[in-house]
T-cell receptor
């Protein structure tokens, strides 16, 4: 069965600093990978997704993620964090088939300090 | 364009009471989903509806029922609420069910339910 691990429950960064959120997955074939962001009191919004092709994926709000098959990772990065990026971030992995087969990680809560 | 709308946003129930969470989407999506979000657990799928007229169990269906009323609406019912059902509930929809087809899910803002 597929699974997703986000090893960092909580991360604090200074505004303007770079950010990397870790995501490791377990899946037998080529996975479909997602990063979602959840702002306080809001639903989840898709930041980016990887289905195939270029392993470096660009998303909204200046985020990018790199798929590394050898490390089973799909880490999310941003070169310079803004205070508005404070939120919870979820990595998710999907299998070929229905979206109901998407498995979400437990989330990483990002705090941004001025 | 409202996207996915959930009502209510907040609810407090007493143990044993029943209630229905409503969800509607205006994107003409075929598939709809109900998740619950608990601290340290991420999102877990309760039920889904791949298309109008069909519903299926997800990972944690016990204690819940669903109805796909029409293409737009997908409701979640708690027949006899228990404290273990205290959670944040999210409804989502996607154009197609197939992940490989480039599908993404759009989420509502959630319903925070407390059962006392």
């Amino acid at each position: 069965a597929q699974s997703v691990t986000q090893p960092d429950i909580h991360i604090t960064v200074s505004e303007g600093a770079s950010l990397e959120l870790r995501c490791n997955y377990s899946y037998g074939a080529t996975p479909y990978l997602f990063w979602y962001v959840q702002s306080p009191g809001q639903g989840l919004q898709l930041l980016l997704k990887y289905f195939s092709g270029d392993t470096l994926v660009q998303g909204i709000k200046g985020f990018e993620a790199e798929f590394k098959r050898s490390q089973s990772s799909f880490n999310l990065r941003k070169p310079s964090v803004h205070w508005s990026d404070a939120a919870e971030y979820f990595c998710a992995v999907g299998a070929s088939g229905g979206y109901q087969k998407v498995t979400f990680g437990t989330g990483t809560k990002l705090q941004v300090i001025p | 364009n409202a996207g996915v709308t959930q009502t209510p946003k907040f609810q407090v129930l007493k143990t044993g009471q029943s209630m229905t969470l409503q969800c509607a989407q205006d994107m003409n999506h075929n598939s709809m989903y109900w998740y619950r979000q608990d601290p340290g657990m991420g999102l877990r799928l309760i039920y889904y509806s791949a298309s109008e007229g069909t519903t299926d169990k997800g990972e944690v269906p016990n204690g819940y029922n669903v109805s796909r009323l029409n293409k737009r609406e997908f409701s979640l019912r708690l027949e006899s609420a228990a404290p273990s059902q205290t959670s944040v509930y999210f409804c989502a929809s996607s154009e197609r069910g197939m992940v490989g087809g480039g599908t993404e899910a759009f989420f509502g803002q959630g319903t925070r339910l407390t059962v006392v």
